[in-house]
């Protein structure tokens, strides 16, 4: 009776990571090609962005996204896999995981009810706010300090549309300006056509450190969002986000995602080599204890 059931568990465990030999359109498609298609960002430091001097994408979403890519091959049997890198926007990132142009977008992507009716999206690699960077002499110190002001936020954010929520509810009458990207923003703002800059904290200070003077600068205000970052992916293919959702709980449970994120936050990063010094907060850390894809909304 005991070999049996250990018979039976050891089916229902291949069962569960077999993956079939016609699972899904992404799977088929990196089967047929050879390649995984990565998206990156330009300037979601250090999450996603181009290493100025080598000119070529770094950061920690993208480390994340290499082992998921290892994953992927293992699983699949393939001899060898090729990584393609394809910079993606704020504007364009979802239609290009919805087209299949990307398999994974590893950037600075919030999970949330909305966008999940289009795509889909693993455990978070980041929880975050929204905060607002100024220039360091600004005597503004929070959202309502920003009335018949201008502040800018970049296209196709949860950010901007917080922003706008709070214009609109609070009646400040700010003149929030959209940006291509968020390296066009911090450029407004060091050009004095703006007033501040709305992100995500943690891409504020990244942005911060990769100014010629970081000390001109600096975040200020409290969370005006709480915003879980997470790959996304196809919301078409369950067999290739079970790889996906095992390996970032595999990285978590091994402690090898701490050990990628102490090396993006807390040592030195290309180009300048700086370091942020940004202790994992307690929002993730306790998030990690019980990994899931399921975030609030």
Known sequence: MKKTLTLLSLA??????????SAGPVIDRIRQSGKIVLGHRDSSVPLSYIDSRSGKPVGYALDLCLKVADAVKRQL????LEVEHQLVSSANRMQMVADGKVDLECGSTTNNAERRKQVAFTIPHYITGARILVRADSKLDKINDFEHKKLASTKGTTVLKAVSQANQERLLYIDIVETPSHAAAVDLLDKGLVDGFAMDDVLLYGLRSERPDPSKYKVIGSFLTIEPLAIMLSKGDPEFKQIVDNEMKRLISSHEA????????MRPIPPRNVALNMPMNYLLRDFWKYPSDIVPN
């Open 258 to 265: 701490y050990a990628i994120y102490d090396r993006w936050f």
């Open 77 to 80: 049997g393939l001899p060898k």
């Open 12 to 21: 229902s465990l291949l069962s569960a990571v077999a993956i079939p030999a």
